[in-house]
């Protein structure tokens, strides 16, 4: 076995230099200790996340879920990223197209699923990762890439109040 001239330290100890007592400085128990510690605080933040989805459901689309007040959202505004069903995480935008015209869409472009906004300026929704266009009166594909109209779902406006629903 070959040795350093010096002071006849193996080479393989010079290529690993960790010294036996560094080595030993968490033990098996602290480990163990951490170990449940994190499992601990895993199983806590799930049960946490469980608690509040029961306490707190999201209207289920088969319902109405509440978006917003009307008076929220002027001509040509636009809400995005609504969450109205927790199993599939689909957003939603809300347009207001004209006075009494309201539509939502999902908000994931069905080429490669970026998100998609509305332009009231080009009167257009547009995703931006490659140039898709949608028509905000139908979602049927206008421009690009994306082999889709982009799904829908209707949209009541009772009492100034904004609801989406799949009854009407
Ligand atoms: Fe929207 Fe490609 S992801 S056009």
């Known amino acids: 076995m070959s040795q350093d001239n010096n002071n006849k330290t193996p080479v393989w100890k010079s290529d690993f230099p960790i010294k036996q007592d560094e080595s030993t400085l968490i033990s098996r128990r602290k480990f163990t200790k951490l170990l449940c510690l994190l499992s601990g605080g895993l199983a806590l933040g799930t ?19 509440f978006v917003c007040e009307a008076s929220e959202l002027p001509v040509g505004g636009m809400k995005s990223s609504i969450i109205i069903n927790d199993k599939t995480e689909t ?11 309201w539509r939502c869409f999902a908000q994931k472009c069905t080429h490669l699923s970026c998100s998609v ?19 905000p009166e139908t979602g049927e594909v206008l421009q690009g890439p994306p082999p889709r109209p982009l799904p829908q779902i209707s949209v009541i406006v009772r009492e100034g109040k904004v609801y989406l629903t799949d009854k009407a």
């Open 91 to 101: 957003p939603y935008i809300l347009i207001h197209l004209a006075e009494d015209k």
């Open 47 to 65: 049960g946490a996340i469980a608690i509040k989805s029961v306490a707190c459901p999201r209207a289920r689309i088969g319902g109405e879920y």
């Open 117 to 135: 906004l509305y332009r009231p300026d080009m009167k257009k929704i547009m995703c931006p990762c490659h140039e898709g266009a949608f028509d």
